[in-house]
């Protein structure tokens, strides 16, 4: 069964701690995508890699930045982290190709910034 | 600007009562529309791609319809296991999706 798993479910971080989210994926999918989910709005890209030591801005970068270091994993870092990106952040991958259609998600990390 | 809305927020459904669910949308060049389903602490589950105005998909008791401004996700004599949030999303020409709130669906046994 196809699997994009997050190391952390929940996560408390203290203000202006820096803040490492990783996400693995077993399905060698070329595309990796990093959203933050809050009640209300859709969901919003941060940043995406169509490939290893590649990345992309989202519409939402600032505060974050990526790693890809290995095709199956993509870091997400809040460099020093605040209040405001208290959210759900959630991991996707997809198959090469711009147009694919099929995102597979990961469960998820609930980060809290007090 | 490129947009999605769904309507209703929220949904609540006795067992057997079939309803819709709209997403609304206006992009430039549209390269197809997205259904996903995320149950309560997990992410987004695919559903289905409609690509263009009068296709339809189907699955178990769900269909979905595609006109050129808006997608309905029908839902066929519902049960509890349909509960979740249903998440609407479209890629316009410049490949990115847009990503609309979602509607919370609850059905009552």
């Known amino acids: 069964d196809v699997k994009v798993t997050q190391s952390s479910r929940y996560l408390v971080k203290r203000t202006g701690e820096k803040v490492f989210l990783e996400c693995v994926q077993d399905?060698?999918?070329?595309?990796m995508f990093w959203y933050r989910q809050d009640p209300g709005l859709g969901l919003r890209l941060i940043y995406f890699s169509y490939d290893v030591k590649m990345k992309e801005k989202g519409d939402i970068p600032e505060g974050y930045s990526v790693s890809r270091e290995k095709k199956e994993r993509f870091s997400l870092i809040l460099e020093s982290a605040s209040t405001n990106q208290t959210s759900m952040y959630l991991c996707?991958?997809?198959?090469?190709?711009?147009?694919?259609?099929?995102?597979?998600f990961g469960s998820g990390t609930q980060l809290s910034v007090l | 600007e490129d947009q999605v809305t769904q309507s209703p927020e929220a949904l609540r459904l006795q067992e057997g009562e079939s309803s819709s669910l709209n997403c609304s949308y206006t992009?430039?060049?549209?390269?197809?529309l997205f259904w996903y389903r995320q149950d309560p602490g997990k992410g987004p589950e695919f559903l289905f791609t409609l690509y263009s105005a009068g296709e339809e998909k189907e699955k178990e008791r769900l269909k979905a319809t595609l006109t050129k401004k808006e997608s309905f996700l029908h839902i066929t004599a519902p049960k509890p296991e349909d509960s979740a949030t249903y998440l609407c999303a479209v890629r316009g020409s410049n490949y990115q999706l847009i990503w609309g709130a979602g509607t919370k669906l609850i059905i009552k046994p």
């Open positions: 992009v430039s060049g549209l390269r197809g």
């Open positions: 996707a991958s997809s198959p090469p190709g711009a147009t694919n259609e099929k995102l597979f």
């Open positions: 399905m060698d999918h070329e595309n």
